[in-house]
């Protein structure tokens, strides 16, 4: 058994009737060399109470009080103290309306320094709130990534289109704490932090491993900020934090909803005019033509005519464009009145 060190981030807002069960299968884990950083998030309910409930059962537990400031301020907080204690090895994320199997912890360790990689992560298993989780038939296999495809599989290009898991999750991973050291989440932004978080860190990985075990249980909570469908993001948006209640994964699912700026970090790392490049593009292109959508809908004149030259400029060279991509330049060139019509009756 590996005696590595593992920080848990758990950030924690008005769940007192999950809590309990997220914690309780941390308890259960079989690597026992662990800490988990509870931050909660200016709880309005009782999840403050619950979490040093088990502080006092289990010194393995630490809590973090703090005014409501979102979740990526309480990611970060965890991850402040973590970096000052300086002890440990590998740094996990669990959502506090989660759980995890026993294994959680010492499969994905044992992979890492099995494999030498940067980082690990498992199967996710999804249910309902209320519902028994019922593992899929189909799950990814264990499989050992490069740089390219660790871009391939958080971004779900080429071979991984076919796994419907959530590929832009922070939480169903485990990091080496060197990787992330220095890194913050962006507390500007409102939706997609977790991607761009991801994308900061990812820039540091050379290699990782797919655990095949579903060692994480995702909890679809109706009414939670993960039920919703997120809006456009860019590096320029700020507004009021969220709730730490459930990490918001812009994209999920939906490649036109990740932020233009983090879209170009993620392009950055691959190889210049390759092919993993020019498919990182694409999604750029969708984004932009998203934008575009939901300016005509908005009828907002300047953001039309901007989201319009950036879309000209990014669909050049032509020879790198999809066949969907040429059909939004198509469907450009018939104009303002036509695009106008159009985008309000896709959006009916």
Same mark, same amino acid.
């Given at each position: 058994?590996?005696? &590595? ?5 758990? @950030? ?17 884990? $079989? ?11 200016? +709880? ?24 409501? +400031? ?60 209320g519902e028994t989780p019922v593992e899929r038939k189909f799950r990814v296999p264990y499989t050992r990534l490069n740089k390219d495809n660790i871009l391939e599989q958080y971004l779900g290009l ?9 590929? =832009? ?8 704490? /060197?990787?992330? !050291? ?8 409102? $939706? ?26 995702? !909890?679809?909570?109706?009414? &939670?900020?993960? $039920? ?12 009021? /934090?969220? /709730?730490?209640? =459930? ?8 490649? $036109? ?6 879209? !170009? ?5 691959? =190889?210049?005019? &390759? ?25 907002? @004149? ?6 319009? =030259? ?8 032509l020879r790198h464009l999809s066949v969907r991509h040429y059909r939004m330049r198509f469907l450009l060139a018939l104009g303002d009145s036509f695009m106008k019509k159009y985008c309000l009756d896709r959006k009916k």
């Open positions: 058994m590996s005696d &590595s060190r593992i920080a848990i981030v758990i @950030p924690v807002y008005n769940v007192e009737r999950y809590l309990a069960e997220c914690l309780d299968s941390i308890l259960k884990q $079989t690597h026992r060399h662990f800490v988990a950083f509870l931050v909660n998030d200016g +709880s309005t309910d009782g999840s403050g109470a619950v979490c040093d409930e088990y502080a006092k059962r289990d010194d393995r537990f630490r809590v973090i009080h703090k005014t409501n +400031s979102g979740v990526s301020s309480a990611r970060n907080a965890a991850l402040d103290a973590i970096e000052k204690d300086g002890s440990f090895d590998f740094i996990a994320f669990i959502d506090s309306d989660d759980f995890v199997a026993p294994g959680f912890l010492s499969e994905m360790v044992s992979a890492i320094l099995r494999e030498k990689v940067d980082y690990a992560l498992c199967n996710t298993i999804t249910f309902k709130d080429h071979d991984w289109r076919k796994y419907k898991s959530k590929k =832009k999750s922070i939480f169903n991973k485990m990091f080496s704490a /060197p990787s992330l !050291r220095g890194l913050r989440f962006d507390t500007r932004m409102r $939706t997609g932090e977790d991607v761009r978080y991801f994308a900061m860190v990812s820039s540091r990985m050379s290699s990782a491993v797919m655990v095949d075990r579903p060692l994480y249980f995702y !909890r679809v909570r109706a009414g &939670s900020l993960m $039920t919703s469908r997120a809006p456009d993001i860019s590096a320029s948006q700020t507004g009021v /934090p969220v /709730p730490a209640e =459930k990490t918001v994964s812009p994209d999920d699912g939906d490649s $036109t909803d990740l932020g233009l700026d983090t879209i !170009r970090l993620f392009m950055n790392q691959a =190889k210049n005019d &390759s092919h993993l490049y020019w498919s990182i593009h694409g999604q750029l292109i969708d984004a932009l033509w998203k934008r575009l959508k939901n300016a005509y809908v908005a009828n907002m @004149p300047h953001e039309i005519d901007h989201c319009k =030259k950036q879309l000209l400029k990014e669909m050049h060279p």
